[in-house]
């Protein structure tokens, strides 16, 4: 009974630190969550929450003396009845699938080929970089310098190679090319930054793995195949998703060059929102496609999350 009265002092003396130390833990993690739960709420929540509000109003861009009146889901019941708004978001899908396969292509390609020990390795990568550094308004204006029509460099490329027999292309002004010319420029600005990442997952695939397929006799091509391609793998899953996302926000490339059309073959979800918020007037309309969007990002960030666990990420 002594030994046990002498040794509960000890044990609660002994819970005592452990107990300053969990709580010295915790307010350390919470020191640490901090910032970023408060620029979250500061700029994704409360602006989400302000966004969804005034889409449920008939808010307009500048003050009129007609009040502002709560009107439910009617922008969103309207958006949904535009027939421009389904444009849009096919146009946008369309954009997503042709940029896939083209943007991510040219920076795997690239950052296999940078990989090698090259001469002047690191001076290229530097430049193949350049684009995605490059202000989108002045990639805009080089591009729409190329694209000029009829007499723009590289419709003057195209009849020399064809020897006249192709003539030159409206490139922006035919609905059949624009959006493919926005592709093209979208996918040589944006890149290098695929081409970083692709470059960062091939430095973390150990040599032992490349010294083990010779040793069993792969070649090159399988070496690819059975080393590197299975390496790269949440690259390649991460890749597509930030690609993806992007895509979803195009704006800017057709607000310079196109302005939606012609005849609505760019009109992309956020041109149709500034659009309806600046042009119009329609705040609460333009709110209403911001939510939608923001619900369409939301869920391909959800995909994103059960690609990641499935291929254990």
Known sequence: MTLQQSALPTTMAAARPASRRDKSRLYQEIGMLAPAVILLTIFL???FLLSFWTA???????PRPTPVRFIGFNNFLRILR???FWTSLWNVSRFTLWILPIQCGLAFATALLLHQKLPF?????????LPAITSMVVVCVIWGTLFQYPTGPLNQVIGFLSGGSIQPVDWLGDPDWAMFSIVLLSAWQAYG???IVYLAGLQGIPDELYDAARIDGANAFQ???HVTMPGLRPTHVFVLVITTIQAFKLYTQVAILTQGGPKSSTETVVHYMVRSGFEEQKLGHASAVSVILFL????????QRQLLRRYDV
């Open 45 to 47: 929540i409360v602006p």
């Open 56 to 62: 449920m109003t008939n808010q307009p861009l500048v």
């Open 82 to 84: 535009d027939d421009l």
């Open 121 to 129: 390795r690191n001076f290229f990568r530097g430049l193949f970089f």
């Open 193 to 195: 930054f695929q081409m």
């Open 223 to 225: 070496r690819f195949w």
């Open 296 to 303: 369409i990002v939301l869920v391909i960030a959800l995909l």
